[in-house]
């Protein structure tokens, strides 16, 4: 099963006020292991970035400006992705606007099948932040390159995340001889080893109002 890793870098939020897409970055999994076949490009948008987006990520007009535009990639990025699951953080932002853009290039929309790592970390965290920032410190994945929200660094740290949230063991791997004969499959999966992270008492106390008020019965009365 392949899987693509997408995160998306834009002038501003909303596409209703014609905003568009300045950065696509993917990474691509197969049996949840990086395959080195990554899919990045920076796209001329065609108008502004908005000052908050600049703060973000820190692509000025000037840098977009000789960038290809959606169109000209479109047919690629569509053939990339072609029957591949989309893991992607806050996916209705990154979707809402990559199929704004095949909208205006006249391609077909995405119908992948979308796993959302926002709503993996609420159903796992229920009322804790489930920001990329804070799911990286929580697994004790170190971001410190993540100075403005670049499209592949972004990807990068989420393939960490994603891996740790649905606790996916590596799989098993084949190995090549010298003559090229097929040695043995390796008969001991190896697990991704987490720290045990003890709530602090604002976590406790969060998750305990979240029980209070989101769940019908309550079996810690």
Request: charged fraction near 30%; hydrophobic fraction near 35%; glycine fraction near 4%.
């Amino acid at each position: 099963m392949k899987e693509v890793i997408l995160d998306t870098e834009t002038t501003g939020l909303s596409v209703k006020e014609g905003h568009r897409i300045v950065e696509i970055g993917c990474i691509e999994l197969e049996n949840f292991m990086p395959t080195n076949n990554n899919f990045h490009c920076y796209l001329n948008p065609e108008r502004k970035v908005s000052e908050k987006a600049l703060e973000t990520h820190g692509y000025t007009d000037e840098f977009l400006s000789n960038k290809k535009k959606f169109k000209e990639i479109a047919d690629d990025f569509l053939l990339y992705i072609k029957g591949k699951k989309l893991i992607i953080h806050n996916a209705e932002f990154d979707l809402s606007h990559l199929n704004n853009e095949l909208k205006i290039a006249g391609k077909n929309l995405i119908n992948n099948e979308i796993i959302d790592t926002v709503v993996l970390a609420r159903d796992k965290f229920p009322g804790s932040s489930n920001s990329l920032d804070a799911l990286c410190k929580r697994y004790r994945i170190d971001n410190s390159k993540r100075e403005k929200h670049t499209a592949l660094i972004d990807c990068d740290l989420l393939s960490k995340v994603y891996i740790n949230l649905i606790d996916q063991k590596e799989p098993k791997l084949n190995f090549n001889n010298e003559n090229g004969g097929v040695n043995e499959i390796l008969k001991t999966n190896i697990s991704y080893f987490k720290k045990v992270i003890k709530p602090s008492e604002k976590e406790k106390k969060e998750h305990e109002q979240y029980l209070k008020t989101n769940l019908k019965k309550n079996f810690f009365n």
